[in-house]
């Protein structure tokens, strides 16, 4: 018989850390199965968080630079500058993208800069132990909202993604989520076209994961991918916020030669 | 033709952006803040005419030391610059590089504080500068010009320290040095040999993936390589170490100044001369690593070493902890962006001199 | 056989994905801890030869725990 699926050549072998069920698993698989089939493992470089997946570069056999809490965009955009030939992306949690990064990644995607940001939101800071995340939904329990996330008291799950999608240097964001077959399908090639836009030099591209949690949810994770389903997908929901990647005019590459 | 015609005449800020260049900066982020704001505009002019320019103005100090060590990890020679309060965002990303071990140049064009403070020279962040200023144990070379031509000379050499010891290299001058215009030339420095950069991240083409950060959870190999770094800081004082000593063979009262008030201490030494005091002054030109030895040394004939800085008081410390004892100190600073006149400094050189019967 | 799938029961975290995933219901809970502390899933196919090889098992997998055999059609 033929082996028709097989373990990731650029997922090294080391267990990853991450708790059963969680979408950082799938995704960092994902990432290893489409960078592997785009032939850009020589030629990649990732920016991992700091929280859960701080630890990714064990992971992924590709060059990888830690950054500082949320300054992942800012990394990256030094990097992707000074070697504009090479497919970079930062990989980020709710806290890293979109409370301490806030400014990074919008002033990131406001410049157009030519790398993707793959945005794992799971409503939660997962690493320090489930504190509120900018994207905790309304009456969510957290360690630090522990009667439930209030509007009053802490506002409401900011959409970061639609307020990039307003930046004209951003082409193509979409958000999916890893709760089924078809979803985590949906995802790898949400992600290939972001890796292709970004080697087509058309602009910044975002995808953002509806990801569980199932440690910091308190649930299991069959039941944390229903959450998903029913719960976030009201706030965060799934599909395509911009898409200009087709007949877009090639924009001129900012740095000088 | 005469050397004089490579000379330019040109402001403090701008020697510093020409300099970078001259040394094989291709990278610049940072952030509009007074008193440095000329090199940022000169950099973003100057940069276009560079191959493989890039300049970006950031959306923060903050950013900007993150998008300096993304550039620095790929490879390129890289600055950012800021004053006091961006310099105190840019810390975190400071110690980054230096846990990285990413070489890297950082400019402090110093001004009043704390907090908000002024726009005037001040030398308020020599304990930042030198005492990390970040979090974690580490160093960064801090180097102290005097003059443009200063500037022009150590701004090229920082890209070749950072390069070699793999280290964050911090130019730290002030508001006046930044704003004066003297003639400069850039023909001055001769590079050094650096080590092939066998770190830089650009795609693991023909080579193994390679990981970069300072993130070491195990205690044992994060004590190790805390001392690992320890050690190549001891190898940048044994090397590194840099001063200058004006008139100082048979002082019995050492003035010791950096920067700014190093121009103006020198001035008070002159007039103390020729008002026939024996006074001379050491300059450190290195404030990391300090120069203790050559205040060690001249403590066997040196009676009393009279630190002036444009600041409440902190290089007077490392005065002190060089000196063991050994010679008194007296300190004389101005904070808050004052800046002394030579004849003022002359005066309190005057009245301790005489005071503690330093010429008999 | 038509196509069989090989489960790292060290790997698996028992997040019961792949169970639920199965359209043909050939994925079990081992009811032997592995190492980890987890009940492993475990390849059920008593004999019913049912594994079409459709690989929605591995796709869903987080730990990238199976791996998927088929026949190569004639």
Redesign the interface.
């Known amino acids: 018989m033929k082996k028709v699926y097989a373990r990731p050549k650029l997922l090294k072998d080391a267990s990853m850390h991450y708790c059963p069920g969680c979408g950082h698993s799938i995704v960092t698989k994902l990432i290893a199965e489409i960078i592997e089939e785009m032939g850009l493992a020589d030629r990649s470089v990732c920016v991992p968080p700091a929280g859960c997946a701080v630890l990714t570069y064990n992971y992924l056999d590709i060059d990888t630079s830690e950054a500082a809490h949320g300054r992942a965009c800012a990394v990256a955009t030094g990097i992707k500058r000074v070697l504009p030939d090479r497919m970079v992306f930062t990989y980020q949690g709710d806290g890293d993208m979109a409370a301490i990064g806030t400014a990074e990644t919008i002033h990131a995607a406001n410049r157009g800069e030519r790398f993707t940001t793959i945005f794992i939101n799971n409503a939660v800071y997962g690493m320090t132990g489930g504190q509120m995340a900018p994207t905790t939904l309304v009456g969510q329990k957290t360690t630090t909202s522990p009667h439930g996330r209030s509007v009053q008291n802490e506002g409401a799950p900011i959409p970061i993604s639609e307020m990039i999608a307003i930046l004209d240097g951003a082409v193509y964001i979409e958000r999916t989520t890893v709760t089924s077959v078809s979803a985590v399908r949906n995802t790898k090639r949400a992600i290939k076209k972001a890796f292709t836009a970004q080697m087509d030099n058309l602009g910044f591209t975002l995808v953002e994961v509806l990801s569980p949690c199932p440690t910091n949810w308190k649930m299991n994770p069959l039941k944390s991918c229903q959450w998903i389903d029913e719960e976030m997908t009201q706030v965060y929901p799934l599909g395509v916020l911009k898409d200009e990647t087709s007949g877009a005019p090639d924009r001129e590459v900012a740095n000088a030669d | 033709m005469s050397q004089k015609s490579n000379y330019k005449l040109m402001r403090g800020n701008t020697v510093v952006g020409e300099a970078a260049v001259q040394a094989g900066c291709t990278c610049y982020f940072g952030y509009p803040i007074t008193p440095q704001n000329q090199l940022p505009e000169y950099m973003s002019r100057r940069l276009t005419e560079v191959k493989d320019g890039i300049f970006i103005q950031s959306e923060s100090e903050l950013s900007a030391i993150n998008m300096v060590l993304g550039a620095s990890v790929a490879g390129a020679r890289v600055m950012t610059s800021s004053s006091s309060p961006g310099i105190s965002l840019k810390q975190e990303g400071i110690s980054f590089l230096c846990g990285c071990e990413l070489p890297a140049v950082i400019v402090n064009m110093v001004r009043g504080g704390p907090g908000l403070g002024n726009i005037s020279p001040a030398q308020s962040d020599y304990f930042q500068a030198t005492r990390g200023g970040g979090h974690g144990d580490y160093r960064v070379v801090v180097l102290a010009p005097a003059s443009c031509q200063e500037i022009a000379d150590l701004t090229m050499e920082a890209f070749d320290i950072a390069d070699y010891y793999r280290n964050p290299v911090l130019i730290l001058a002030d508001g006046m040095l930044g704003q004066m215009m003297e003639p400069v030339t850039f023909e001055n420095y001769t590079p050094r040999q650096i080590p092939e950069k066998d770190y830089v991240l650009d795609g693991a083409k023909g080579r193994p993936s390679r990981i970069n950060l300072s993130l070491i959870l195990n205690p044992q190999q994060m004590e190790d390589h805390n001392w690992k770094l320890m050690r190549k800081y001891k190898t940048i004082e044994r090397n590194e170490t840099r001063y200058e000593e004006f008139m100082m063979d048979d002082a019995k009262l050492a003035v010791v100044a950096y920067g700014t008030a190093a121009r103006i201490a020198k001035g008070a030494v002159k007039r103390a001369r020729s008002d026939g005091m024996k006074v001379g002054l050491i300059r450190p030109i290195t404030l990391w690593p300090f120069p203790s030895d050559i205040i060690r040394k001249r403590a066997s004939k040196t009676d009393l070493f009279f630190v002036f800085e444009m600041s409440a008081g902190q290089m007077v410390d490392d005065v002190r902890l060089a000196l063991e004892g050994r010679s008194e100190v007296y300190f004389h600073g101005r904070p808050g962006g004052i800046i002394p006149t030579p004849v003022e400094v002359l005066r309190i050189i005057s009245r301790q001199y005489y005071q503690k019967e330093l010429g008999e | 056989?038509k196509?069989?799938i090989e489960i790292d029961s060290e790997?698996c975290?028992?997040?019961?994905?792949c169970v639920?995933?199965c359209p043909k219901k050939m994925i079990a809970v081992d009811d032997t801890l592995n190492a980890k502390g987890?009940y492993p899933a475990r390849f059920d196919d008593n004999d019913r030869n049912d594994c079409t090889?459709c690989?929605?098992c591995?796709?869903?997998?987080?730990?990238?725990?199976?791996?998927?055999?088929?026949?190569?059609k004639k």
Do not use: H
């Open positions: 056989m196509a069989r790997a975290k028992g997040c019961l994905y639920e995933t987890y090889g690989i929605m591995a796709i869903m997998c987080p730990e990238a725990a199976i791996e998927v055999y088929r026949e190569s």
